[in-house]
């Protein structure tokens, strides 16, 4: 009996040491959480208030669709570049300075008087902004055990699904409030906030790149594979194709919507939250089966590949071709936003397999290129995709636009299984 107080105390003091380690451990990927949202949130700003803004500097949607060419072209360039820079000069400094960036950018928009100040802002925003998925990536791979790192990131990247649904709720009271130029000051403050926290993580010692403390279970064919590989392009051909439909789930459905459905502004914003709803969820859930897939090949010995499961997702992603019949269904608006659940539902496997598997067969040295090289392949699909789609809606031809759509992950799973390499038993 005298033994027991000291006992307790002692199982007291392993819990309370315990639950400040599983916080300081997920801290990180949760400040990505938080820095895909603030991207979401600045990249948006200019579409919700895009009414708005074009009647007040007198331009024109060809000038505004140019503004936004000129962000998805630095964006595209950028991701790559800033991830060989994370790899080279280390992430928390390299990170700092990409938000500080696209922040003063963000901000900036709302001091522009015209087509060439918006192209100058919307460039050096697309560049700043194409750290934040190579960061998300080199955070999880430093600072998250292997058996958690795809769940991880899944959290990390879930911010940018977050911040496609929330922006529009942020936003728009500000510019009713204040103006839309003010709503751009409130960017540049969350980005500041952002930074603050950043350094609050370091100083603290909550972030820290624990090099020796994780270890790793890697396969005879990953070791001493260089940054340029066979499987680095194939986990960009299985992210670029097969999330492609991210594309239209965020672009061309409220256009669907509005032409086909005939719904208002009014019913969109009330239902175009739930495919970023989808999105969230395949991250979070095709995460976590990509850990207890991964954990469950270690206990066996093997090491798979996902091929298996690029087509189980490319097969999945053919439910879109059923929109037409669901805009004739008893239920026509349930239905179609089902499907488009679904479909970037599905979307969000393509982001979290490739990266997963690309962290298993890659180099953990290269973790940040190799997300931005994916990125950038997934950039140049989508922004050769949207032309075409805007031409079939053009012509009505929506029946054949689902079509292309869901013939996209099949061909990137194709490519996939050209390129990837096997990978022996461990």
């Known amino acids: 009996m005298a033994g027991e107080p000291d006992e307790a105390v002692s199982a007291s003091t392993e819990v309370s040491a315990k639950a400040p380690s599983t916080i300081r451990q997920w801290a990180p990927a949760l400040s990505m959480t938080l820095l895909g949202l603030l991207s979401y949130v600045d990249r948006s700003v200019l579409a919700i208030l895009s009414p708005t803004i074009l009647a007040a500097l007198h331009l024109s949607a060809t000038q505004y669709g140019y503004a936004i060419l000129v ?33 003063i950018a963000s901000g900036s928009h709302g001091l522009m008087m015209g087509f060439a100040g918006m192209c100058l802002a919307r460039g050096v925003l697309g560049f700043g902004e194409g750290a934040t998925f190579p960061a998300g990536l080199k955070t999880v791979t430093e600072t998250l055990p292997e058996e958690k790192r795809s769940f991880g990131l899944g959290i ?47 100083i603290s010692g909550w972030y820290a790149a624990p090099a020796t403390a994780i270890t790793e279970d890697r396969a005879p064919i990953e070791m001493g594979e260089s940054r340029w590989s066979r499987n680095l392009f194939a986990a960009a051909a299985a992210y670029g194709l097969g999330a492609a439909p991210l594309a239209f789930g965020l672009y061309a459905a409220p256009l669907y919507l509005t032409r086909v459905m005939h719904l208002s ?28 897939r991964r954990r469950n090949d270690r206990k066996r010995g093997q090491s798979r590949r996902p091929g298996s499961i690029f087509l189980l997702l490319s097969a999945a992603g053919f439910l879109i071709v059923l929109a037409p019949m669901a805009a004739r269904s008893a239920a026509p608006v349930f239905a179609t936003m089902l ?41 140049l699909a989508s922004g050769l995709l949207m032309p075409l789609l805007g031409h079939l809606f053009d012509h009505r031809q929506y029946g054949l636009t689902f079509w292309l759509v869901a013939c996209l992950p099949p061909v990137g799973t194709l490519l996939w299984r050209v390129l990837a390499t096997p990978r022996r038993a461990s």
């Not at 019913?267 to 395949?282: K, T, V, Y």
């Open 156 to 202: 990390a990247y879930s911010g940018s699904s977050l911040g496609a649904a929330l922006t529009p709720l942020l936003i728009t009271p500000v510019a009713v409030r204040w103006g839309w130029r003010a709503a751009f000051g409130v960017t540049t403050v969350l980005g500041l906030l952002w930074i603050a926290l950043w350094v609050v993580l370091r």
């Open 339 to 379: 499907l488009f659940f679904l479909q970037m539902f599905v979307a969000g496997g393509f982001v979290v397999f490739p990266l997963a598997d690309g962290m298993a067969v890659l180099p953990k040295e290269h973790s940040a290129f190799l997300a931005g090289f994916c990125i950038s392949a997934w950039a």
């Open 265 to 292: 502004q009014t019913s969109l914003g009330h239902l175009l939250w739930l495919p970023p709803a989808g999105w969230e969820a395949g991250y979070l859930i095709f995460g976590r089966l990509a850990d207890i």
């Open 71 to 103: 962000f998805s072209l630095c964006y595209m360039l950028a991701n790559p570049i800033w991830g060989f820079w994370m790899d080279r000069a280390g992430l928390w400094v390299t990170t700092l300075g990409a938000v500080a960036i696209w922040s």
